[in-house]
Structure formats: structure tokens, C-alpha cells
């Protein structure tokens, strides 16, 4: 039996915000120290977003260590910066930067190589889920991007078309795929992403097998951030 308090809640805040904005933003969110959190700002805002006490995540690292690769950004630099975690394979970065799985896994081992956790995305186009083949898509897409050994890291699967769409995925659709996860991963803690708001955290967050959330779009608005952390039932699943 494990409640809601352990449920882990990460902000990707995507490329939005500004100093004045996260002024702003914590002059109203009181949640700042609260250890389900996560904020994950574009890197400028790593450390504005962390003086309010935040575990702070990046939104993406190099595979590299150091060298010339201008533009990028080490692992080992988040982790100074005071990152925690670091988001990899976003399927805006699959599709907007062509990443593939073999690169994020050796993004996700440049990560753990510097102390930080990586939350690995995976999730399905809405062509793939019509032809039904989403489960063993998605499935490979974990296989091939997690990394090899005995890392620590979470897996979020956010389904591409639930992706600021306003569309979520059903329960049941959601069931399925973190059941079918839960087999492959048995230990490893499996959020949920795409339109996640106020209004349904709590359904997902009550689904079996979903062990937090991975929240865009409502996470930048501190009131709606804080009635998706605000929820304490207890559970039965994990
Ligand atoms: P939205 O919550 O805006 O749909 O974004 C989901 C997402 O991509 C989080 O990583």
C-alpha cells in the first residue's frame, strides 16, 4: 500500500517562462519544498527556479562529457548548476532534433555518470495507436532508450497526441500501457504525460501502476500546480 503522497509530480516548463514570470509564479506557489516536486525551466532558469528551494531537472543534456559542441550542455554542468534530474527523449526532441533511442540511452548514461536521474520519454503517434500496434511500440521505444545496467531512473510514457492537445488518455488506455510497462520495469517508477490538469490528476494519479505525473502546460500556472499536488488519498496501488 503506498498513497498519494509519494506520487512524484514533474513541471516541464517546455520553453517558456521568464525572470519575471518565476517572480511572479512564486509569489503565489507556496509548494516550493515540497519533495514530490520536480521543476524542470529551460537551463537560464535552473537556478532562479531553485533559490525558491525546488528539486530543479533539465530538459535535456549531451551525450558528450565536454568538449566542442557548441550549444550543448554536459550533465556534469546540470549537476553543478544543482539539477536532480534531467528529462531525455521527449518526443518534442525526437521529432524536432531527430533523437533516436540509441541516442538517449547514451544520454541517459551521461546523466547517471554525472549523479543526475533521468526521466526517459516514450509514447506512440496517433497512427501507430489507431493501427494498434501502440503497446509493442512503445515497449521497444523503452527497451532501446533506457539505459543498460543498474542506473536509477523513471520512465514517462506521454502518448504524442494527448501532447497539449487537451486530449488524455482514457483510464483504461492508460492501464493498459503502464501494466504492460510495469512487466518490462518492475521497479522503476512510470509517470504519465499529456494534458494532465487539475481537473483529472487525480484519476490518472489513481491509476494502477501510475506512479506520478509529467505535466506541461498546467504546471505553469502556480494555482493549478498546486491543486495537482494537493492530494493525499490513500491508495492501494502502487
Ligand atoms: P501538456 O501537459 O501541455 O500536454 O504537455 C505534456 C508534456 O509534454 C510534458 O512533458
Same mark, same amino acid.
Given at each position: 500500500m503506498e498513497d498519494l503522497v509519494s506520487k512524484i509530480i514533474v513541471a516541464n516548463w517546455k520553453m517558456n517562462g521568464s525572470g519575471e514570470f518565476i517572480h511572479s509564479f512564486f509569489s503565489t506557489f @507556496? !509548494?516550493? @519544498?515540497? !519533495?514530490?516536486l520536480i521543476i524542470c525551466p529551460p537551463y537560464p532558469y535552473l537556478s532562479q527556479v531553485k533559490s525558491h528551494g525546488v528539486t530543479v531537472g533539465a530538459q535535456d543534456c549531451s551525450q558528450h562529457t565536454s568538449g566542442a559542441f557548441t550549444g550543448d550542455i554536459a550533465a556534469s554542468m546540470l549537476h553543478d548548476m544543482g539539477c536532480s534530474y534531467v528529462i531525455l527523449g521527449h518526443s518534442e526532441r525526437r521529432q524536432y532534433?531527430?533523437?533516436?533511442n540509441a541516442l538517449i540511452r547514451e544520454k541517459a548514461h551521461a546523466a547517471l555518470d554525472a549523479g543526475l536521474t533521468p526521466i526517459i520519454c516514450v509514447g506512440e503517434s496517433r497512427a501507430i495507436r489507431e493501427s494498434g500496434n501502440h503497446i509493442e511500440t512503445v515497449l521497444n521505444q523503452a527497451k532501446e532508450s533506457i539505459p543498460s545496467g543498474t542506473g536509477k531512473f523513471m520512465l514517462a510514457y506521454e502518448p504524442i497526441w494527448a501532447i497539449g492537445t487537451g486530449l488524455t488518455a482514457s483510464e483504461s488506455d492508460i492501464a493498459e500501457m503502464h501494466t504492460a510497462l510495469r512487466h518490462l520495469l518492475p521497479t522503476t517508477p512510470l509517470l504519465y504525460g499529456g494534458s494532465v490538469n487539475k481537473e483529472n490528476a487525480k484519476t490518472i494519479m489513481s491509476t494502477p501502476d501510475v506512479d506520478g505525473v509529467l505535466v506541461?502546460?498546467?504546471?505553469?500556472?502556480p494555482d493549478d500546480l498546486m491543486a495537482i499536488l494537493d492530494f493525499k488519498t490513500p491508495l492501494g496501488n502502487r
Open positions: @507556496t !509548494n516550493s @519544498t515540497d !519533495n514530490r532534433h531527430a533523437e533516436s506541461g502546460g498546467a504546471s505553469l500556472k
